[in-house]
């Protein structure tokens, strides 16, 4: 049981699912779309930014980054969207997500290594591995830290 570790699960694209360790999650916000200001010449994913505890939190849509949709195509844009914040070393970036799944526990020994087939060139640079559920479904297991390092959003920060 020690080689489990606890994962943060959603929903990417319609089909998808993904996790992302608890280690890297600070805090699950909801953010209305209202209140996140827009920075020009950007690209598209980077959402805008967000007053978060007197700070500026950098706001990326993560389904645009990875090559799906963007969310603003299927989202009202009045709506509320959960915002995923990721830390590493004192840097923060928040995910907008589709939908929150749940906690889920996963042995990390379980933990398939990704291969070139199987995923998308857009979103290859992000995945750690994945998980087989119960339920015989690939779960994308992205690695927070190469998504806070991401070149695009340093370049900006």
């Avoid at 049981?1 to 699912?17: A, I, T």
């Avoid at 706001?59 to 969207?81: H, R």
């Avoid at 339920?135 to 390092?149: H, P, R, V, Y």
Wanted: net charge negative; charged share 20%; with cysteine.
């Amino acid at each position: 049981m020690e080689n489990q570790e606890k994962f943060l699960s959603f929903n990417l694209g319609v089909r998808d699912r993904a996790v992302i360790s608890l280690e890297h999650i600070t805090e699950v916000l909801q953010i209305s779309l209202g209140d996140i200001c827009g920075v020009p010449q950007m690209p598209s994913y980077i959402v805008g930014v967000y007053n978060w505890r007197d700070e500026m939190l950098w706001l990326v849509d993560l389904d645009e980054m990875l090559g799906y949709p963007p969310l603003s195509q299927t989202a009202n844009m009045l709506a509320k969207m959960m915002a995923i914040v990721l830390e590493e070393n004192g840097k923060y970036l928040g995910l907008l997500v589709r939908q929150l799944m749940d906690i889920e526990l996963f042995d990390i020994h379980q933990m398939k290594a990704p291969s070139v087939e199987l995923f998308s060139p857009s979103i290859s640079p992000f995945i750690q591995g994945y998980f087989i559920n119960d339920e015989e479904k690939m779960i994308f297991n992205l690695d927070a830290e190469i998504i806070l390092n991401s070149p695009v959003y340093t370049h900006h920060n």
